[in-house]
């Protein structure tokens, strides 16, 4: 055992909690010292956010002129986009603009539009905030809605790719005012943007898969001329816009689910609430949630560090964390429906 490790063996949770905290600030600070413009927190925001839209416009247009094929065009997008979740995950915890509203409100709302698929970010700054004071446990909405806490199968996997059979798919176990709460919230928390991005999708699937069954039987659906019309709309907004954001989403429920810890979660013991989830094979999924797995746990110890600075930070973070007894590729938590316990998960 190491003396790091052997100091740490003494310290109760909350002990290693606070050593945790006070060496991540520190490192953020003596960054700050030496690189005095990260201190300009809105202007740095707003620029990302700015270059984000831009990349994903550019490589949009790009698509449409016929410069790129849509298999570059979708992931490019999505690294763009993942940025902007990010950005919009700082902006629920006030890290830019905060006293200009204004601005801060234009930049959640840019970055919804970037992520239609996602529920409105002012909803989700409630759902958020009982993430952090109540994670790992039967009040964290936001973690049982991206499927944390259950077992895996084939249900699991569709869920956590779709936020509409995210929904349908919990409604069988649920009780009768809970099928309720997850129908009329979801309709309140995907409108507009979710009600357009999961309408497009299930468009584009109906359409592609009538036209297949009809082929495999030999004959011909006979649309109608505003369908035939709308069909090639449809077709670039999925390559552009939509199909980025089921990939980048999928990639995030999927890291995101499986590093934080769910049922067993003693209440407010952040060391239990998170994992850092960084293996060699995760690192096409991080490319698409902008290290997530790596990088999000630093966050459950100090919330207000905007995303590049924990970026920046991660290995001064991870050491301290390493040291206090924070798991690193706990990869049992797939066999036990994400239990802190490392006993198997009862079907």
């Not at 905030?129 to 077992?151: C, L, M, V, W």
């Not at 996997?157 to 798919?169: S, V």
């Not at 036209?211 to 077709?235: C, D, H, K, M, R």
């Not at 746990?297 to 600075?309: D, Q, T």
Request: charged share 15%; glycine share 6%.
């Amino acid at each position: 055992m190491s003396n790091a490790a052997g100091a740490s063996a003494s310290l109760s949770d909350e002990q290693k909690t606070a050593h945790i905290k006070a060496v991540i600030m520190q490192a953020g600070e003596e960054l700050r010292r030496r690189h005095p413009w990260l201190r300009h927190q809105d202007a740095i925001g707003m620029s990302i956010l700015l270059l984000s839209l831009a990349g994903m416009a550019g490589t949009a247009w790009a698509y449409i002129a016929g410069l790129i094929p849509a298999w570059l065009c979708i992931p490019v997008v999505a690294i763009f986009a993942s940025f902007t979740h990010e950005l919009e995950h700082d902006l629920i915890h006030w890290m830019y603009f905060r006293k200009r509203p204004f601005w801060h409100h234009l930049m959640l709302a840019l970055a919804w539009l970037a992520r239609p698929s996602t529920i409105n970010p002012w909803i989700r700054r409630k759902l958020h905030f009982d993430h952090h004071k109540y994670s790992g446990t039967a009040k964290d909405i936001e973690e049982q809605g991206i499927t944390n806490g259950r077992p895996w199968g084939i249900a699991r996997l569709l869920m956590t790719a779709d936020a509409t059979l995210a929904i349908l798919l919990r409604l069988p176990q649920a009780s009768p005012r809970k099928r309720l709460f997850l129908v009329v919230g979801g309709l309140i928390a995907y409108f507009p943007l979710g009600w357009i991005h999961w309408g497009l999708w299930y468009s584009f699937l109906g359409f592609h898969a009538a036209n297949a069954v009809a082929a495999a039987f030999g004959t011909e659906i006979a649309w109608s001329a505003s369908t035939l019309a709308a069909q090639p709309w449809i077709n670039t907004l999925m390559v552009v816009w939509i199909g980025p954001n089921l990939l980048r989403s999928f990639c995030l429920h999927f890291v995101s689910s499986n590093m934080h810890y769910f049922g067993d979660v003693e209440d407010g013991n952040v060391i239990q609430q998170t994992q850092v989830l960084n293996p060699w094979w995760l690192l096409p999924a991080q490319l698409f949630c902008f290290n997530f797995g790596s990088t999000h746990a630093i966050h459950h110890f100090v919330v207000k560090e905007p995303f590049y600075i924990r970026q920046w930070t991660a290995p001064q973070a991870h050491a301290v964390m390493r040291e206090m007894g924070v798991r690193f590729n706990d990869f049992g938590t797939f066999r036990r429906a994400n239990r802190w316990s490392t006993a198997p998960a009862r079907s």
